[in-house]
Structure formats: structure tokens, C-alpha cells
């Protein structure tokens, strides 16, 4: 396509929005993903499956970004937003900012955060109960400990993964009062969400000093712990995405962060205004928004014993009789 | 802390320092002759990348580590030919190899797997695992020595052995050899080296491509020994901290040894000492974080007394005419 068609496809569009009332409806959804890239296996790569299902599913086009440092941010947003497209879905944490000065900008558009709070009338903020998830992949690991001693590997030193921590400790003492919990965080910058080198050394010495289970709750630093734990021949535990088939028999299972259903359920109704919801939504065990991974790959490694006695949790917390505490909260994780 | 804990550091300890051994003698090697060398990151950058690469696409181990090694000695003689023959200034060439590497890997990664920059997850076979030395399951069992050959020196993949090798082959080639003697000399005086008849340009040459072949090591074992696929800017300033133990060391290849193993020590440690409590105090992560660092600038700064370096280092020599 040459230049002239070019300007002359973006020109008949611009007359199709504006002849269509609802002109805004029919422009392509898109998603930024967040730092760590979109084939992380892990949390962007959820947010990529679920723009894909939606994609496979009505059909659409979708446009999308990978970003590569924390200054782009309000760069991305402002040239989707210009472009047009509506919805745009974000995922991460670290959205907040960028969010909040874009979304005032553009108050014809749709924006939806995903793991972040951003109060604007035109942003739908998706949050997750990962406390509740890893509550049950904590209870997991302890089930399934012959040591008694069960490691975490976080990615970036932050309050949202002390809540995944926080949640998991909980899951674990509830198994086993005693059980001894190792925490390592892989480091302190972005940069942490994507060095499994790092992550993968914590994991050895975690299970050089008795653990036999890891939770990986690092993005792609997270395939490091993965790794280590099948070279070592111990447990590790995925998480966001379902890992279990990158080492089958060594991931125990993976806490599932339904991101892909929360991008793809964006992509359906957050571009519509009759359909578009404002506001903080949370996602947790109830509506499915978190859990943990049972397939082919692990389904040897979890005993109808074990999973009976998850389910048990699984119920329990839904009904409100166990009390997950949530560390966000306020920042704190106590008893443990 | 007991025996358990502390053969794991040291384990650890071997594994970490490595990388920056490798590095470490390969800037002896081009720093001897007179090139100052700090593109060592980046040429080790752009053979974790290869290395990975061609792994992941052949499925051999081998066919990594050669596209590694290969990768790495054309950056080392890019490097050269700004460096010696165009006689460019030695650090610009040195930070122009390290910018180049950054984002020429990333920028292939991108094009090539589509997975943000990194390479496919290495399936086995496609990287180094561990070797068991011999006996070393019927040596379990003896006190004191069994532990430490079963555990600390059995058990590693085959770059760590041939890092450990390097040192005595590199103190025999710089200072047994006539090869080492010439290397050295026209790090001091290329002059006299000219005088008597050998190429200074020629003996540069050999330095800096011997030194790109061990870069070449250093980068695979990131990517296809220790890691399983390269991840974007993988080395992590670990060429810096090489840098900065070779000066320490006074480029001489044993201290190099011993300097390596501190730092890879203070890493290990830092790993270990993680949310662990000191008189009822929790350390800060970051604190401990920053402990290999903060220990590099004050080794540096007071504990090591003068460390000068070869003599004609860091000038491109051209004959008087």
C-alpha cells in the first residue's frame, strides 16, 4: 500500500466514526502490556491469551504494545488514545500515574487497568484476590512438603507481591502450624521481573537449606525458580499463567490469575458505554478470577487426597468461614 | 551456621564467581598487551545471546557454545581493528561495543523469537548440566573430604572446570612463555617489542582475540550453562565488577582467582543473608542488595594500596616516522 491509499484508508475511516453516532464502539480495542514482555509466560502473556481468545472468539482486531522502559507509559497511552482506540486495556501495577493524567485527557475513551486502583468516571479498575489464590497453592506446597519447609521467590520488592507472600504463608501454617517459610524477593527495580539468574540462585539456596517447594510469584524471572526446581528435582509453583507444562512433574501447579478472562471480558463490553462499568471490580475464588492449575502435567503430582482437602479451603474461604488476610490492606502480614 | 548451609554458599560461591573469572582473564590477556578492554560486557552480551540462539535452534549444546565463542571473537576483532588499527580511542571503542550489544541483541530477539526479547526456553540438551566427576558418589561418605569433593567440586557444568583451568594455563602462557613474555612487553614498552623486530600490532591482535574467545565462554555460560535462554541485558554489569576485580588484582591471574571468588562469595551471601536476622534487627533486602558493591568501591578505594597497570595501556602505537 502506498502512501496516497494509505492517507486515504485512515481518511474513510475518520468519515466512517463520524457518520456512526456510536462512532467510538467500532474503533479496535488495545492493550499495553507491562514490563517483562508479552511472552513472559506469565502475567503478560495471560493478558495476550485472553486479547487472542477474544480475537479467535468475535473476530476483531486488536492493537497492542510492549513496552520497554517506565517513561513510555504516558507515550503509549496518549497515541492509542489519539488513534482512537477504545477500549485500552493496561496490565500492571505500575499504571497508576500514567493512568491518571491520560484517562482526564481523554474522557470519550474507555480505559481498563488491570492490578491497579485509578478512580477516574471513564477507567474500570480490575483487581485480583491473589491472597485467596495463593492462600490454596500455599496449602499446596504444604501438603506436599516432605521437609516441612516451603520457599517463596517474589519478583520486585513491592506491596503487591508481599500480598501473594502474605496469602501464601497463610495457606501453608494452615496445613502445618510449624511449617518453617522461606522469603526472597529477586530484587528492588523493575529489572527484578525479568532475571532468572537471580531468581534461580535463590531457589538452590532455598532448597539447599530444606525447602522442597518454591512459589515463583516473579513474572519471568519466575521461569528461573521453575528451572532451578527441576534441576534440583524439588517442587516449584507457577504463577499467573498455567506453567505446569513448562516442567512437567516439577511444577506442582500454578496460581492462576484469570488475567486473560479479565483482558478478553474487557475487549467485549469496556468499548461499549452501555455495557462498560466504571469502577473497582475484584476478581477472587468465587467468580473464578483466581485458583490453581489442575491439568495433565501436574495431575499425578496432586493426590485426590490433596485436592480434597484444597477444595475444603477452596469452599471455606468462598463461604466466608476462613479469613484470608489481605496485605495491601494495611501492609502488614500478621502472624507470620 | 552449619556444614550444610555453608558447602551451599561455597557452592553458590563457584557458581556465581565464574562469569567473572572468565571475564577477568580475558581482559588480563588484552589489558597485558595494552588495550584497554571495557566492551568485556558487551562481548560477553552478544555471546549469551548467540549461544542461546543457535542452541535453541540447532537443539546442541555444542553448536551454542561455538556460535557464542564465534560471535565473540568477531565483536573482540571489530573491537580491535577500531581500537589498534584505526587506533581509535580504546575506552570509546570499549562503551561504542557495549551500547552496540545491548541493543543489537535485543533488537534480534525481538525479530527473530517474538518473545520480548528473549530466546526460547532451552529444553535439555540445548544446555550445559551438571558433570559428575568420578568417585564422587563413593566419596559421599568419607567425613570432611567427601562432602567437599562430592559437593563443592563435583556437580558443576563444564565451564565452571574450564574457568578454573584457565588460571594456571593463563599464568603459564603470560609468564613461561615467549608468547607471554612479548605480550607483556608490549603492554610496557611496545617500543623495545617494535625494536626487536616483533609486530606490535600483530602481537595486539593475538591478545584481544584470546581475549574474545574467553568473553566467549563467559557469555555462554550466562545463557546455556546457569541460565536456560537469554533474557535482555542478562550480564548484568557482571563485565564491571570483572574489571574492577582485574585492577584489584593487579593483573596477575592468580589474585584474579582469589579476587573472583570474594566477589562471587559476597554475592552468595547476599542471597542467603535474605530476611535473615542480626541481633533481633531484620536487614533490609536492599542493604544486603547493595553489599557487593558498596564492598567493590571501598576494596577499591582503600584496601588494595597502588595498582598501576601496564605502562603503554590505553595508547595506540604507531611507529615514528
Known amino acids: 500500500m502506498n502512501a496516497i491509499s494509505k492517507h486515504f484508508g485512515a481518511l474513510l475511516a475518520g468519515v466512517a466514526m463520524t457518520a456512526v453516532v456510536t462512532g467510538a464502539a467500532l474503533a479496535d480495542p488495545a492493550i499495553i502490556y507491562d514490563l517483562g514482555g508479552k511472552f513472559d509466560k506469565s502475567f503478560n502473556e495471560a493478558a495476550y491469551n485472553g486479547a487472542e481468545a477474544w480475537k479467535k472468539e468475535t473476530g476483531g482486531n486488536y492493537i497492542d504494545v510492549e513496552l520497554q522502559n517506565d517513561a513510555q507509559r504516558e507515550q503509549a497511552l496518549r497515541r492509542f488514545a489519539s488513534q482512537g482506540a477504545n477500549p485500552i486495556v493496561m496490565a500492571g501495577f505500575s499504571w497508576g500515574t500514567a493512568l491518571n493524567t491520560v484517562a482526564a485527557e481523554f474522557p470519550d475513551i474507555n480505559f481498563v487497568v488491570i492490578d491497579a486502583v485509578v478512580e477516574q468516571p471513564n477507567v474500570q479498575s480490575i483487581v485480583f484476590d491473589e491472597h485467596t489464590g495463593s492462600f490454596l497453592v500455599g496449602a499446596i506446597a504444604a501438603l506436599k512438603s516432605t521437609t516441612g519447609t516451603v520457599g517463596f521467590v517474589g519478583g520486585m520488592d513491592v506491596p503487591i507481591i508481599h500480598k501473594f507472600y502474605c496469602g501464601y504463608a497463610q495457606g501453608a501454617k494452615a496445613v502445618k502450624a510449624d511449617i518453617k517459610l522461606i522469603e526472597n524477593y529477586t530484587g528492588t527495580t523493575p529489572a527484578a521481573w525479568n532475571d532468572p539468574v537471580t531468581a534461580g540462585e535463590l531457589a538452590k539456596a532455598q532448597f539447599d537449606a530444606g525447602a522442597d517447594v518454591s512459589f515463583a510469584a516473579a513474572g519471568g524471572s519466575g521461569l528461573g525458580v521453575l528451572q532451578a526446581a527441576a534441576d534440583a528435582g524439588k517442587f516449584s509453583i507457577g504463577v499467573d499463567s498455567n506453567q505446569n507444562y513448562l516442567h512437567p512433574g516439577s511444577v506442582l501447579t500454578s496460581m492462576l490469575k484469570r488475567v486473560d478472562v479479565a483482558v478478553s471480558t474487557a475487549f467485549k463490553e469496556a468499548g461499549d458505554d452501555a455495557t462498560f462499568k466504571p469502577g473497582v471490580n475484584v476478581l477472587g475464588l468465587a467468580q473464578d478470577g483466581v485458583g490453581y492449575a489442575l491439568d495433565d502435567n501436574n495431575a499425578a503430582l496432586i493426590t485426590d487426597d490433596i485436592k480434597a482437602k484444597v477444595e475444603e479451603f477452596k469452599a471455606k474461604i468462598i463461604s466466608g468461614e476462613i479469613k484470608v488476610h489481605d496485605y495491601t490492606a494495611d501492609n502488614s502480614c500478621p502472624g507470620i | ?321
Not at chain 2, 128 to 157: C, Q, R
Not at chain 2, 193 to 203: E, L, P
Not at chain 2, 237 to 262: E, S
Request: with cysteine; net charge positive; hydrophobic share 55%.
Open chain 2, 1 to 321: 551456621m552449619d556444614m550444610v548451609v555453608i558447602l551451599s554458599t561455597l557452592d553458590a560461591t563457584i557458581r556465581l564467581s565464574t562469569p567473572l573469572l572468565l571475564a577477568c582473564l580475558a581482559g588480563m590477556y588484552s589489558e597485558r598487551a595494552g588495550v584497554f578492554d571495557i566492551g568485556l560486557e558487551g562481548k560477553m552480551l552478544m555471546a549469551a545471546f548467540a549461544a542461546a540462539a543457535t542452541a535453541s535452534v540447532t537443539g546442541s549444546v555444542w553448536a551454542g557454545l561455538a556460535a557464542g565463542l564465534g560471535i565473540s571473537l568477531m565483536t573482540a576483532l571489530l573491537q580491535g581493528a577500531a581500537a589498534i588499527t584505526l587506533k581509535g580511542n580504546q575506552l570509546i571503542a570499549g562503551t561504542a561495543i557495549n551500547m552496540l550489544a545491548v541493543g543489537l541483541t535485543t533488537f534480534l530477539g525481538i525479530q527473530w523469537f517474538a518473545q520480548g526479547g528473549r530466546t526460547p526456553q532451552l529444553k535439555e540438551g540445548e544446555r550445559f548440566t551438571e558433570v559428575k566427576l568420578p568417585f564422587a558418589d563413593e566419596l559421599a561418605n568419607v567425613p570432611v573430604v567427601g562432602p567437599i569433593y562430592s559437593d563443592l567440586i563435583s556437580g558443576h557444568n563444564i565451564l565452571v572446570y574450564i574457568a578454573f583451568l584457565a588460571v594456571p594455563v593463563t599464568w603459564f602462557v603470560l609468564f613461561r612463555t615467549r608468547f607471554g613474555l612479548r605480550l607483556r612487553a608490549v603492554g610496557e614498552n611496545p617500543k623495545a617489542v617494535d625494536t626487536a623486530g616483533i609486530s606490535v600490532i600483530a602481537m595486539r591482535y593475538q591478545a584481544v582475540l584470546i581475549t574474545g574467545l574467553l568473553c566467549g565462554f563467559a557469555g555462554a555460560f550466562f545463557s546455556i550453562a546457569q541460565g536456560s535462554g537469554f533474557g535482555n541485558n542478562m550480564t548484568a554489569g557482571k563485565g564491571f565488577i570483572a574489571l574492577a576485580a582485574l585492577i584489584f588484582a593487579k593483573w596477575k591471574p592468580v589474585p584474579a582467582m582469589f579476587t573472583c571468588l570474594l566477589f562471587g562469595f559476597l554475592d552468595a551471601l547476599q542471597i542467603r543473608l535474605q530476611g535473615v536476622e542480626v541481633g533481633g534487627v531484620q536487614v533490609p533486602v536492599q542493604a544486603i542488595q547493595a553489599l557487593p558493591y558498596v564492598l567493590t568501591v571501598i576494596l577499591l578505594a582503600g584496601f588494595i594500596g597502588k595498582a598501576v597497570g601496564p605502562k603503554a595501556g590505553g595508547v595506540a602505537y604507531s611507529k615514528e616516522r
